[in-house]
């Protein structure tokens, strides 16, 4: 009996056994579904986050200070940022970012703020794309200048209006505000949440000169971090190594290791190792149901063997071989593997989108991931189809004739 033949019995039984057959198929498709969700959504979210690190750039370093060995005098200064970008060679932007919470106030209501301070290179290190206005500049941020760049949520809430250029708004702590002059509307990060949050509730993102900032909440004006931007990638580890020799010789704190140098993207190796920890368990969890389901294959292909005896025994004594019977329950129950298998990929497709789109989280199916959901559906069928298959071979042919 050739392969074709076995197929078109195997698609006979289980088309005659339909309900039973797809009971069967369903911890296959369960678990293959929820393997693939899992996968894809885990693959999405690194693929978002790369994204992300790289529109930052993948020329940034992040330049620390260690605070269980540095003293307040060996914080990271305006000056020092100054200088940095000054005297160091490949170092093509550089920024300290400060952050505090506030309060932000228009004619119309009161809002709580996120304020980030920085100089006016924070606009190409952090990647900030403005929707109206412009960034503040280099004479805004040596004068301290009250100028202000706000969300475009922030916007709407406390001006019911995106495009704020020109308009006034009071920045500051409950105790002590400031009024600003919004120069800028920015698209923030936190937009891509506003489809599932009431902007009201969002806090305000606004950016402005750290001298400002400082003046603003009375701050030292020192920082434990200061990111810099190379002139290119093969200058990243030079720009990083020669930053920091420039903070100790300013500092006079050489051989203490107070400072350190890393890479962005090295951060983004260590969440993804993370993430792919992460997925790989939680899709391991899920495949248990797989097992559950060969184990359900397994037992209606016993069923099946069982109820086919006078079958075989016919078979067998006009010329079956033992080897035509196993590879017959063999392919039955493949198919049945296999089509559960891609109807669980057409399901954890399905399902990955669906909470992809609540999450706001692309999926990412790569072909890989699909082929070996189809070879792991098989391969289920195989394990778990050998024993029925071996017993229905192995019945003897007399025995089973006289079967009732």
């Known amino acids: 009996m050739n392969l074709m033949e076995n197929v078109k019995m195997a698609l006979a039984s289980i088309w005659s056994n339909k309900m039973r057959s797809f009971l069967t198929m369903l911890g296959i498709i369960i678990g293959i579904s929820s393997v693939?969700?899992?996968?894809?959504?885990?693959?999405?979210?690194?693929?978002?986050?790369?994204?992300?690190?790289?529109?930052?750039?993948?020329?940034?370093?992040?330049?620390?200070?260690?605070?269980?060995?540095?003293?307040?005098?060996?914080?990271?200064?305006?000056?020092?940022?100054?200088?940095?970008?000054?005297?160091?060679?490949?170092?093509?932007?550089?920024?300290?970012?400060?952050?505090?919470?506030?309060?932000?106030?228009?004619?119309?209501?009161?809002?709580?703020?996120?304020?980030?301070?920085?100089?006016?290179?924070?606009?190409?290190?952090?990647?900030?794309?403005?929707?109206?206005?412009?960034?503040?500049?280099?004479?805004?941020?040596?004068?301290?200048?009250?100028?202000?760049?706000?969300?475009?949520?922030?916007?709407?809430?406390?001006?019911?209006?995106?495009?704020?250029?020109?308009?006034?708004?009071?920045?500051?702590?409950?105790?002590?505000?400031?009024?600003?002059?919004?120069?800028?509307?920015?698209?923030?990060q936190i937009e891509m949440f506003s489809d599932m949050t009431n902007e009201d509730n969002l806090p305000a993102i606004i950016y402005m000169p750290a001298t400002t900032l400082k003046q603003l909440f009375g701050m030292y004006g020192a920082t434990t971090q200061v990111y810099i931007v190379a002139d290119s990638k093969e200058n990243i580890e030079s720009a990083g190594n020669l930053a920091v020799k420039l903070l100790e010789n300013r500092h006079g704190n050489r051989g203490r290791e107070i400072y350190k140098a890393e890479p962005l993207m090295k951060q983004l190796d260590q969440i993804n190792n993370v993430l792919g920890i992460f997925t790989t368990f939680v899709a391991a969890v899920a495949a248990i149901s797989l097992l559950v389901g060969g184990v359900g294959v397994m037992n209606?292909?016993?069923?099946?063997?069982?109820?086919?005896?006078?079958?075989?025994?016919i078979r067998k004594a006009i010329g079956a071989r033992t080897g035509h019977i196993l590879f017959q329950f063999?392919?039955?129950?493949?198919?049945?593997?296999?089509?559960?298998?891609?109807?669980?990929?057409?399901?954890?497709?399905?399902?990955?989108?669906?909470?992809?789109?609540?999450?706001?989280?692309?999926?990412?199916?790569?072909?890989?991931?699909?082929?070996?959901?189809?070879?792991?559906?098989?391969?289920?069928?195989?394990?778990?189809?050998?024993?029925?298959?071996?017993?229905?071979?192995?019945?003897?042919p007399i025995e089973a004739l006289r079967y009732e």
Do not use: W
């Not at 290179?121 to 100028?147: C, H, M, S, T």
């Open 300 to 313: 209606i292909m016993l069923v099946s063997v069982t109820e086919r005896t006078r079958e075989i025994g």
């Open 36 to 188: 693939i969700a899992v996968v894809s959504l885990g693959q999405g979210g690194q693929h978002t986050i790369t994204g992300e690190f790289e529109k930052i750039g993948a020329n940034t370093v992040l330049i620390t200070v260690d605070s269980s060995k540095a003293e307040l005098s060996d914080y990271i200064t305006l000056e020092d940022v100054k200088q940095l970008k000054e005297k160091v060679p490949y170092i093509r932007y550089a920024t300290p970012v400060f952050q505090v919470q506030g309060q932000a106030n228009s004619r119309l209501k009161s809002k709580r703020a996120y304020i980030i301070g920085g100089t006016s290179d924070l606009y190409q290190v952090d990647n900030i794309e403005l929707a109206y206005g412009r960034f503040y500049n280099d004479a805004e941020y040596e004068e301290g200048k009250p100028v202000a760049i706000i969300s475009n949520s922030a916007a709407k809430s406390l001006f019911k209006m995106e495009d704020v250029v020109g308009m006034t708004l009071d920045i500051g702590s409950d105790f002590a505000k400031k009024s600003f002059t919004v120069i800028g509307v920015v698209k923030n």
């Open 330 to 396: 063999l392919t039955e129950s493949v198919i049945i593997s296999c089509i559960g298998g891609i109807l669980g990929l057409i399901f954890g497709i399905a399902g990955a989108y669906g909470l992809g789109s609540i999450a706001g989280i692309s999926p990412y199916i790569s072909p890989g991931t699909v082929i070996i959901a189809i070879l792991f559906s098989s391969a289920v069928g195989i394990f778990f189809g050998i024993y029925p298959a071996r017993k229905a071979a192995r019945l003897d």
